[in-house]
């Protein structure tokens, strides 16, 4: 499987310089329990979490390194929170591609981790992600050095990689194709709001050339304290708004606006609007879904299901409508996440005889 499959619906790019490495083709997989626990009886799940580095931002570095590769560039430079820094580390190495991020304070060690595994150069930045005024000026900085022939500035937002952002789309491309009887929500979880735009614009791409009949609402979801994006779409402002960031919700760390003004006009001009909710909330809900799905998602990737679970209680969608929530991330990307999820439960040694009492 890979995104080139959507070709025909991407930007120009020589097959030869396509990389891939599997990326899309992921599992929607329907509730057993816990939709109908919330009170959604057609809940989806889009298992993002199945992508060969294990989010959906490998879609993203598939698309962006292959236009690296068009253009004979050589050198990736990208910010990150986590998981579009471990994408873009494994495709540079697949691609012969040198890498070098810089990093969010609060991304998770194990992000990290994958990262070096994957042999890019990597530095945490003193107050990115959480300060408005460092994170604004961490990108004209690395755009500077973007402008050398052999580099590009790699960054998952529309407004600085429209390319690797149309590898995005194509996660709106497979939900119309699993579901071609028609969604009528989809909720995806906003740091700098590229996924939203994404789902969108992917829906609007197949509406217009006349394979969908009726594009679904999209919804943006966001911690309390990351709330750039959300709260303005559903206060009905035109724009997002920087905040001071103090969620702990890794991944969604995105003090500025990046893509916020966009996806607010994305998610309104298809029906949809924001949704806050707790970080104790998606903990809770990413023990549930662990417990009650199978499902083990970073709580990044549970972001979307809390809103939906808040929209349900707050009579915003029928119990019969289909709604998908993206599973952006794997849970073992936030190992600190995945302790606090297991912290209830022990490994004791025993005995081999202590088997016979099982």
């Not at 294990?54 to 590769?69: L, P």
């Not at 068009?70 to 697949?94: I, M, R």
């Not at 979801?221 to 035109?238: F, H, S």
């Not at 903990?283 to 939906?308: D, K, N, S």
């Amino acid at each position: 499987m890979s995104i080139w499959r959507w070709s025909a619906l991407l930007p120009s790019v020589p097959a030869a310089a396509q990389i891939s490495l599997g990326e899309g083709g992921t599992p929607l997989v329907r509730s057993r329990r816990l939709g109908a626990e919330l009170g959604l009886h057609c809940l989806y799940f889009k298992l993002e979490l199945g992508n060969p580095t294990g989010s959906y931002k490998d879609r993203f570095a598939a698309a962006a390194i292959s236009g690296m590769r068009a253009a004979d560039q050589t050198v990736c430079l990208a910010t990150s929170s986590g998981n579009t820094g471990a994408s873009l580390a494994a495709y540079c190495a697949a691609a012969d591609i040198a890498c070098r991020i810089a990093i969010v304070e609060g991304a998770p060690a194990g992000k990290l981790v994958q990262m070096m595994a994957y042999g890019a150069q990597i530095a945490r930045i003193r107050g990115f992600g959480a300060d408005p005024a460092i994170t604004r000026d961490v990108f004209p900085r690395l755009a500077q050095r973007g402008r050398r022939a052999e580099a590009a500035l790699q960054v998952s937002a529309f407004v600085l990689s429209p390319l690797g952002m149309a590898g995005v789309q194509t996660l709106a491309y497979e939900l119309a194709e699993q579901l071609p009887a028609g969604i009528d929500h989809v909720f995806c979880p906003a740091g700098g709001g590229g996924l939203c735009v994404a789902a969108a614009r992917g829906f609007e791409v197949l509406a217009e050339r006349g394979a969908l009949a009726r594009p679904p609402r999209v919804h943006c979801v966001q911690p309390w304290g990351n709330d750039t994006i959300a709260g303005p779409l559903r206060e009905g402002a035109a724009e997002a708004r920087e905040t001071r960031c103090t969620t702990q919700i890794s991944g969604l760390q995105v003090a500025s606006v990046l893509d916020g003004h966009l996806a607010v006009a994305a998610c309104r001009a298809s029906g949809g609007t924001g949704y806050r909710v707790d970080d104790e909330r998606v903990w809770e809900l990413q023990r549930r879904l662990a417990r009650t799905e199978g499902i083990f998602a970073e709580p990044a990737g549970v972001v979307a299901l809390a809103g939906a679970a808040q929209a349900a209680a707050a009579g915003e969608t029928a119990p019969d409508d289909v709604v998908v929530c993206t599973v952006t991330g794997s849970g073992f990307k936030d190992m600190v996440a995945a302790e606090r999820l297991a912290g209830d439960r022990e490994c004791p040694t025993v005995d081999i005889a202590a088997l016979d009492g099982w």
